[in-house]
């Protein structure tokens, strides 16, 4: 079993729906957990932490289910623009052992 | 604030030669990794440092080394280049939050393009 789980997609959705991601891990111990997006032939970039009490950024929302094991992304209202891979990202305890899911892809249509 | 930058941005090697990927910050974060992304797999931690003087093996070390003398600068060596390491390499670098310890999340460099032929 991998350590961090994405399904891979891809998702297809046209503007303004509600698309949700979940990323599920392995480790018990891990400690923070990160969304980034990268857009094709790009570098990821930080999209948001995830904080135990779930947090909100504009449209995009994350929350953690630790008894569960699995953090999710949920993006409102979509935009063409938020066409992209999405990664899922699990550190550990000890700080730096980081392990990226092998991504979610989203295209929106108009 | 140019933040994490990556040279080259291609390159092609053969077997066998070796070469270094530069990576560069003028943010000041005292963490900086390397990791590589094949396709259909995330990326791959494969060193990283904590500050300068301080570097450790992330989960795919093998056949590449780093050092880190300065807080900017985080060079990537590939000893001697195989088609194995044929991928897409990425510098990236995080703060601690002004010496908090919680790790803010990182920002990466634009990618090297690496093929060995």
């Known amino acids: 079993r991998k350590e961090v789980e994405q399904d891979p997609g891809p998702f297809n959705v046209p503007e303004g729906a509600t698309v949700a991601f979940n990323c599920t891990y392995s480790?018990?111990?891990?400690?923070?957990f990160f969304w980034y997006r990268q857009d094709c032939r790009k570098e990821p970039k930080l999209l948001m932490s995830?904080?135990?009490s779930g947090n909100e950024d504009g449209r995009f929302t994350a929350q953690l289910n630790r008894a569960s094991q699995y953090i999710s992304l949920l993006i409102r209202d979509s935009k063409l623009s938020d066409s992209a891979t999405y990664l899922c990202?699990?550190?550990?305890?000890?700080?730096?052992?980081?392990?990226f899911g092998a991504g979610t892809r989203l295209f929106v249509k108009a | 604030n140019a933040g994490v930058t990556q040279t080259p941005k291609f390159q092609v090697l053969k077997t066998g030669q070796s070469m270094t990927l530069q990576c560069a910050q003028d943010?000041?974060?005292?963490?900086m990794s390397w990791y590589r992304q094949d396709p259909g797999m995330g990326l791959r931690l494969i060193h990283y440092?904590?500050?300068?003087?301080?570097?450790d093996q992330g989960e795919v070390p093998n056949g590449y080394n780093v050092s880190r003398s300065t807080t900017e600068d985080f060079p990537l060596r590939l000893l001697s280049a195989a088609p194995s390491q044929t991928s897409v390499y990425f510098c990236?670098?995080?703060?601690?939050?002004?010496?908090?310890?919680?790790?803010?999340?990182?920002?990466f460099g634009p990618g090297t393009r690496l093929t060995v032929l």
């Open positions: 990236a670098s995080e703060s601690d939050s002004g010496g908090s310890g919680r790790l803010g999340g990182q920002f």
């Open positions: 995830v904080y135990s």
């Open positions: 943010m000041n974060h005292e963490y």
């Open positions: 990202v699990v550190r550990g305890t000890g700080g730096f052992k980081t392990i």
């Open positions: 440092s904590v500050g300068a003087g301080i570097t």
């Open positions: 480790n018990s111990a891990s400690q923070s």
